[in-house]
Every structure is written in structure tokens, then in C-alpha cells.
């Protein structure tokens, strides 16, 4: 909000990038001082996460439609399609879990397979881009990032020990792909490893807040490129607990 207000006022720069959506044409996107209108997005649904971590209990749905209509506002300045909608589908999962136990209940199980599941989907997608239809059908969806994961695993083995040149080849909007290729074999065993072994102990001392925050950084990155980010992806402080 306050990046909006002094751009707003001519303080700091609020630039704008021209592009183009099929729907509707050429839009202006403003970027409220950040380098991309993406990062405009991702910086406050990463602050609503937070919020949502450290207030849970007193959330409700006052609160979650402030929230939205905030959200809303922000997509037509932005038109960051990724940040609205997962934030959008947080809010609904916070009101819904408030209210059934049956999900609540379900939490510990949806944390145990979401994080190989994105990592194996991910890879999927990206093999096997050009054999399903299905596939560039969802591309479309997402703006090319299935493409980019695509050029980057069939012409590019994994690295052992990562490196940023891979930056100049796509966009990392993957938060996995990013942790392959920046991160490298090496990193990415460490990663995975400390990922699984901290979901096992927030599931085992049934740390629900900590367990929802979780569950929706590793959806999230999916769509960018922020897993392996301790800035974008706070729940990597989670790992702490195993760590140390």
C-alpha cells in the first residue's frame, strides 16, 4: 500500500508495461515502483498468507471480503491473473476450514503428497508438452510457463551445482524448475529432503496454521518462481524446526 501511495503520487516511479491479452487487447499493467506488475501481485498475496498465518483465529468473513475487494481492485492495475487467483482460492480455503472439520481433518494428508505431487506434475508437464493437447491447451491458461519448462528440460540436463545462466535462456516461473536449475542435483536433494522432514513435523505436532501456509506457497509456487526464495517464500523459516 505504501509502494501505491508514493508511486501514485509521483514520488517514486510508477511505471507500466503494454501487453497484450487476447480477451481484451493491449492493457497497461503498472508496476507501483516494483520491476514487474507480477511482483506487485506476488508481494501482497505473500503479505495476505502471512496475515492469514499470524490471525487465523480471529479471520472471518468481514475481514476475508476486505481482503477480496483489495484483491480485485489490485488485479485491474496489475492484471496479475496468478496472484489473484490463488489468493482468491486462500481466502475461500481459510472460510471453508473455519467452518467443516471434515477439512481441517484433511489437512495433515493434503500437505503429505502436495509437495512430490507438484514436483512430479511439474516434471510431467514439461516432458511431455508437445505429446498432449490437453497440455498446451493449460500453456495457454498460464502464459507460456509449461513452454518454458519445456525448452529448458529437453535441452538442458539438470545441473549438479546451479547457476543463474538459465535465467538467460526462459523466465523461471516454476518455483521447482528454478530450484533444478538455479539450485542444481545438490540443492535440490537438500530442499526436498528438509521440505519432506519439516511437513512431517508440523503433521505431527498438528500445526494447522503452519500446515495451511504450507500447503499454499507450494501450489503457489507452481506458477512462479519463488520456492527456493526465504524473501517470497517465508514457510522456508519452517525448516528451522528440523534443522536446528
Not at 84 to 106: A, H, N, Q, R, V
Not at 205 to 232: G, H
Request: overall charge positive.
Amino acid at each position: 500500500l505504501l509502494m501505491m501511495f508514493l508511486s501514485s503520487f509521483g514520488i517514486i516511479e510508477n511505471s507500466f508495461i503494454l501487453h497484450y491479452r487476447e480477451e481484451i487487447g493491449f492493457i497497461k499493467r503498472y508496476c507501483f515502483g516494483y520491476s514487474h506488475p507480477n511482483l506487485v501481485h506476488s508481494t501482497f498475496t505473500t503479505l495476505i498468507f502471512l496475515f492469514g498465518y499470524l490471525y487465523y483465529k480471529k479471520i472471518n468473513l468481514f475481514t476475508i471480503s476486505i481482503i477480496e475487494i483489495l484483491n480485485i481492485i489490485l488485479y485491474n492495475l496489475t492484471f496479475s491473473r496468478t496472484g489473484f487467483l490463488i489468493l482468491t482460492i486462500y481466502l475461500l480455503f481459510i472460510y471453508i476450514t473455519k467452518k467443516s472439520k471434515f477439512i481441517k481433518k484433511k489437512l495433515p494428508k493434503i500437505l503429505k503428497i502436495s509437495f512430490p505431487f507438484l514436483i512430479f506434475l511439474s516434471l510431467f508437464l514439461a516432458v511431455f508438452y508437445s505429446k498432449f493437447d490437453f497440455i498446451k491447451q493449460l500453456d495457454s491458461l498460464v502464459t507460456g510457463r509449461i513452454n518454458y519448462m519445456h525448452i529448458l528440460i529437453s535441452n538442458y540436463m539438470i545441473p549438479v551445482i546451479g547457476s543463474n545462466f538459465y535465467n538467460s535462456v526462459v523466465l523461471f516461473d516454476n518455483g521447482y524448475f528454478s530450484m533444478f536449475y538455479e539450485g542444481g542435483i545438490l540443492a535440490t536433494i537438500w530442499f526436498v529432503y528438509f521440505q519432506l522432514k519439516t511437513n512431517k513435523f508440523l503433521i505431527e505436532n498438528n500445526m494447522n496454521n503452519e500446515i495451511i501456509i504450507t500447503i499454499f506457497f507450494l501450489i503457489y509456487c507452481m506458477l512462479e518462481s519463488y520456492y527456493i526464495s526465504l524473501v517470497m517464500n517465508p514457510t522456508l523459516i519452517f525448516f528451522c524446526y528440523c534443522i536446528f
